[in-house]
């Protein structure tokens, strides 16, 4: 088949979306003819936008939902696509076109919003009325998760038949099986997480000196961020980032994975928790917002 990937993000490039949309891309295209389409037209009108309202003013793509909409739309009628896959609402919206589109994502706005913590009423109108057109545009939807699914049937209008729950994959290309052992004494704990605050990191912090406190013989790695103070701790090994491109730093990651004991996952908002997972210790808040994986 030939398929418009139409996203954003650029799909060739590994730090996309935790790696999640790379690894689809490249899986796809082993099986069918796949070009990724969006992502010049995405820089284009940012710089449209710099253009009119001064290179300081924010750009938000919910505000060119129509214009991504009518240009996408003259662009899949120039080439034949025999489905495309979407990522963004904001270029779903408002296209127009017999091909199928796969809606693919892992949360819906209203869910979303709760980790954004927008505002202004008159910008969540729009951000629920741009979903929900994307949500109704599309010929089917997928999501990893029942409470992303949920959202879309019980907020947004669509039927429960049109969306298909299918998990994604690992986002490491070097995936291997997790061989069990007991925990004695000795344990390393694990914390992965690019945002500080969001995923947690002040209670890995606090887990692992209660843990300490116990008199157990812990180390705790760090991949990904960096605490917003000084940590003079020989047992605490930070790695602010990893880069998944790099051989070496691929390498290290993997066995860092494989040395851990558990994988801490304090979160207080994940949709989708993806890679390979050593192990779990759950410490999430149990309030609404969040989303325990």
């Not at 990724?36 to 919910?62: P, R, T």
């Not at 390393?188 to 843990?211: A, D, P, Q, S």
Request: net charge neutral.
């Amino acid at each position: 088949m030939n398929i418009a990937f139409l996203s954003s993000l650029n799909p060739k490039d590994i730090h996309s979306w935790s790696g999640t949309l790379y690894y689809m891309f490249h899986e796809i295209a082993k099986r069918h003819y796949v070009e990724w389409i969006g992502g010049s037209l995405y820089s284009k009108m940012q710089i449209y936008h710099k253009g009119l309202y001064g290179k300081d003013s924010v750009f938000h793509a919910e505000d060119y939902s129509k214009e991504f909409g009518a240009v996408i739309s003259m662009e899949l009628q120039s080439t034949y696509y025999d489905v495309v896959l979407c990522r963004d609402y904001f270029f779903l919206a408002y296209i127009s076109t017999e091909i199928p589109i796969l809606y693919i994502g892992d949360t819906t706005f209203q869910l979303f919003n709760s980790y954004m913590g927008i505002k202004d009423k008159i910008r969540i109108d729009l951000y629920n009325e741009i979903e929900r057109l994307a949500i109704t545009n599309a010929t089917a939807i997928t999501y990893p998760t029942p409470w992303a699914k949920e959202s879309a049937i019980s907020y947004y209008g669509r039927k429960s038949k049109d969306i298909d729950i299918i998990e994604f994959g690992a986002n490491l290309s070097d995936v291997q099986f997790y061989k069990h052992r007991e925990i004695t004494n000795n344990c390393n704990l694990l914390f992965i997480g690019t945002n500080w605050n969001m995923k947690g990191g002040e209670k890995v912090i606090t887990i692992y000196r209660k843990l300490k406190g116990l008199n157990l013989n812990c180390k705790l790695t760090i991949i990904g961020s960096t605490p917003p103070y000084s940590l003079d701790d020989p047992d605490i090994t930070i790695y602010p980032t990893l880069d998944k491109n790099s051989k070496e730093d691929s390498e290290l990651y993997s066995s860092i994975l494989d040395n851990s004991d558990v994988l801490l996952v304090p979160t207080l908002f994940d949709c989708y928790k993806v890679g390979r997972c050593v192990g779990f210790l759950r410490f999430a808040h149990k309030n609404e917002s969040s989303r325990k994986v």
